[in-house]
C-alpha cells in the first residue's frame, strides 16, 4: 500500500516547505496600508471575524441552508471503487480492471478514488501544511489575494464577495495552473503568488506549482482510463486535454457551533471536466448523492478523490454523469482539502467525439447529440458572473447558450427529484 500522505512520517519524508517553513514565511506583519480600504470589503471581512469566533453558539442567518439541502448524512460509505491508475498505466490486465472500475462508477454516481497515482507523500503534506498556513494568517494578509468579481482566482471567505445567503462555511485560496512550452509558464503558480501575497511565498508558490504539475499528470493518465473504458481509445481525452489548464484550490472548513443548519459547500456538480481531491487526515466531509441518501466519502490513506464534472458529462454525450456532492462540516473539529479540476484548453470546442458518436450507445445508429458545443471560457463565464452552480448547472448553461436540445437532459436529473439542490461555486 502507498505510503499516506495525509500524516507526515517524518525525517526525510518532509518536503522542504512544511508547517515549520509555514510558520516562518507565512506569518509576516501586517502594516496599516494592507488593510481593507473598501468599505464593503472591511464589513464582509469583520462579519466573517466574528463568524469563525469559537465563542459563538448561533450562526448568523445567511450560513443557515434550507433544510432540504441539510438533510441528515447516512452512515452507509459510498460504494466507490479504489482504481491502480499505476497499473492501468502498465496495460494489460491492469489497464482493463480500471476501465471497468471507471465505467461502473462514472455510469452511477460520477465518483471514484485512484492509488498508485505516484504523489509524493512529503509534496502532499507541504501542500496539505502550506494551505493550513495560510489560512492562518491575519485576514488582511488573506485579504491582498482577494478574489476579484468573475474572476477565478482568489482568496474568498464564506464567497461573500458573490452571494448574500446560503454562505458556505468555508474559506478558500483558487489560483491557475496551465501547461505550456516556455519557461515562464512553468511558474505560473509561482508567480501568481509572488505577485499578489510578496516574495516572501514564493517558497508556498514552488510547493504548489509542484504538486500541480503532479495533479495535471494524474489527471491525465485518468483520461486514458476513461477514454478506454468509453471505447474512444487510450489517447483521445489524454490529448483533448494535453494543453488545457486547471483552477486550484485549497479549502478550509473551519468548526461550526452549528453544524446541522450549515453547509461547507452546497450540493452541486463541478462544472469543470474532472476534480483530482486530496483530504487531509481522518475528517471526513465530503458527501455524494446516491439513492436517495448523502453518503460520505472518508478519507482513504494514500487516495485521491476524482468525480467526473459537468464539461465531461457533455464530452461524454450523457454516458456519464456528473457527481452531485456537498461538504459538511464539524462543531469541533476543522478540516482542509485541496481540490485541482482539470478544464479544457479556453477556446478548445467542447463536443463528444465522432467515435463516440458514430455507432450509438446501443451499437445500431449514430447517437443523437444531447448538448450543444460550447468553449471552456463559456462555461467559466457562466458560472462565474449568471450562475450559481448547482445539479442543474449543464441544462441551464446549455439554455443559456440559447441551442439546448429538446432531449437534453442533466446527468444528474434522477436526483432532482430526491434533492432540491441549492446553488454553490466551482
Not at 318 to 336: D, P
Amino acid at each position: 500500500m502507498p505510503e499516506n500522505p495525509h500524516h507526515s512520517s517524518g525525517g526525510s519524508d518532509h518536503h522542504p516547505v512544511g508547517m515549520d517553513v509555514a510558520r516562518r514565511v507565512l506569518l509576516p506583519v501586517v502594516s496599516p496600508a494592507d488593510a481593507d480600504a473598501d468599505g464593503k470589503n472591511a464589513a464582509a471581512a469583520a462579519a466573517i471575524d466574528l463568524c469563525w469566533d469559537q465563542h459563538q453558539q448561533k450562526i448568523p442567518d445567511p450560513f443557515v441552508w434550507p433544510q432540504s439541502d441539510a438533510l441528515a448524512s447516512s452512515e452507509r460509505e459510498l460504494d466507490a471503487p479504489v482504481v491502480d491508475v499505476g497499473a492501468a498505466m502498465r496495460g494489460g490486465a491492469g489497464m482493463r480492471r480500471a476501465a471497468e472500475q471507471v465505467a461502473a462508477a462514472c455510469a452511477s454516481h460520477g465518483l471514484f478514488q485512484v492509488t498508485g497515482h505516484g504523489l509524493d507523500p512529503a509534496l502532499a503534506r507541504a501542500a496539505l501544511d502550506g494551505a493550513a498556513g495560510f489560512f492562518r494568517l491575519p485576514l488582511a494578509t488573506k485579504q491582498r489575494a482577494r478574489r476579484a468579481p468573475g474572476n477565478l482566482a482568489g482568496y474568498a471567505a464564506a464567497h461573500v464577495d458573490r452571494f448574500t445567503d446560503n454562505l458556505p462555511w468555508k474559506e478558500t485560496l483558487s489560483f491557475a495552473h496551465r501547461t505550456t512550452s516556455s519557461a515562464a509558464g512553468s511558474r505560473v503558480v509561482v508567480d501568481y503568488f509572488t505577485s499578489v501575497l510578496g516574495s516572501d511565498f514564493e517558497p508556498l508558490g514552488a510547493v504548489y506549482q509542484d504538486y500541480c504539475e503532479v495533479m495535471k499528470r494524474v489527471s491525465l493518465e485518468i483520461m486514458e482510463v476513461i477514454g478506454v473504458s468509453l471505447g474512444v481509445g487510450q489517447s483521445c481525452y489524454r490529448d483533448f486535454f494535453a494543453d488545457g489548464g486547471a483552477i486550484m484550490r485549497c479549502n478550509y472548513y473551519p468548526p461550526c457551533p452549528e453544524p446541522e443548519r450549515a453547509l461547507g459547500t452546497g450540493p452541486h456538480c463541478d462544472p469543470s471536466a474532472l476534480t483530482l481531491l486530496l483530504q487531509d487526515g481522518a475528517v471526513d466531509g465530503l458527501q455524494v448523492l446516491a439513492g436517495g441518501e448523502w453518503r460520505p466519502v472518508r478519507p482513504r490513506p494514500g487516495a485521491l478523490v476524482v468525480n467526473i464534472g459537468d464539461t465531461f458529462v457533455a464530452l461524454s454525450n450523457g454516458r456519464y454523469r456528473s457527481c452531485l456532492h456537498r461538504a459538511v462540516v464539524h462543531r469541533e473539529r476543522e478540516r482542509r482539502s485541496l481540490a485541482f479540476f482539470l478544464c479544457p484548453r479556453d477556446d478548445r470546442v467542447v463536443r463528444p467525439p465522432p467515435r463516440l458518436l458514430a455507432a450509438g450507445a446501443s451499437g445500431q445508429e449514430e447517437e443523437a447529440r444531447r448538448y450543444p458545443d460550447f468553449t471552456w471560457a463559456d462555461m467559466a463565464r457562466f458560472t462565474q458572473r449568471h450562475y450559481r452552480a448547482d445539479a442543474r448547472t449543464l441544462d441551464a448553461f446549455a439554455r443559456w447558450l440559447g441551442a439546448a436540445p429538446t432531449t437534453c437532459a442533466s446527468a444528474t436529473s434522477a436526483s432532482q427529484s430526491q434533492d432540491k439542490a441549492a446553488q454553490e461555486t466551482v
